[in-house]
């Protein structure tokens, strides 16, 4: 199984970049994807997460109205578009594939989830 996490850059405040997590090795459809982000000397912190069975997706407060998830089932990609981004979204952002399960938090703890791919950095800067 991997997953590949890709999309960062160096972008202005302002910016736009959009992030993507291709999937292999495993069957897609039946997972659902949730990113995570860790700046320098923070702990990781859940940012956003779609779900397998019924698409419905949630964010975090700090990015909620700018970022937007969406997943393609026949490319077994996830799709971050993060847009308005701002100096404290600077972070190495990772995507994580899991089982879907009941409830609407579980998603939120890194624990719960199987597979990671590697981080993407994105540094917002002037």
């Known amino acids: 199984v991997q997953l590949q996490a890709s999309g960062g850059g160096l972008v202005q405040p302002g910016g736009s970049l959009r992030l993507s997590c291709a999937a292999s090795?495993?069957?897609?459809?039946?997972?659902?994807i949730g990113w995570f982000r860790q700046a320098p000397g923070k702990e990781r912190e859940w940012v956003s997460f779609?779900?397998?069975?019924?698409?419905?997706?949630y964010y975090s407060d700090v990015v909620k109205d700018r970022f937007a998830i969406h997943r393609d089932n026949v490319k077994n990609t996830v799709y971050l578009q993060m847009n308005s981004l701002k100096p404290e979204d600077t972070a190495d952002y990772y995507c994580?594939?899991?089982?879907?399960?009941?409830?609407?938090?579980?998603?939120?703890?890194?624990?719960?989830?199987?597979?990671w791919g590697q981080g993407t950095l994105v540094t917002v800067s002037s």
């Open positions: 994580a594939a899991g089982p879907e399960r009941f409830g609407s938090t579980w998603f939120k703890e890194a624990i719960e989830y199987q597979y």
């Open positions: 090795g495993l069957n897609f459809d039946i997972y659902a």
């Open positions: 779609i779900s397998s069975e019924d698409g419905k997706t």
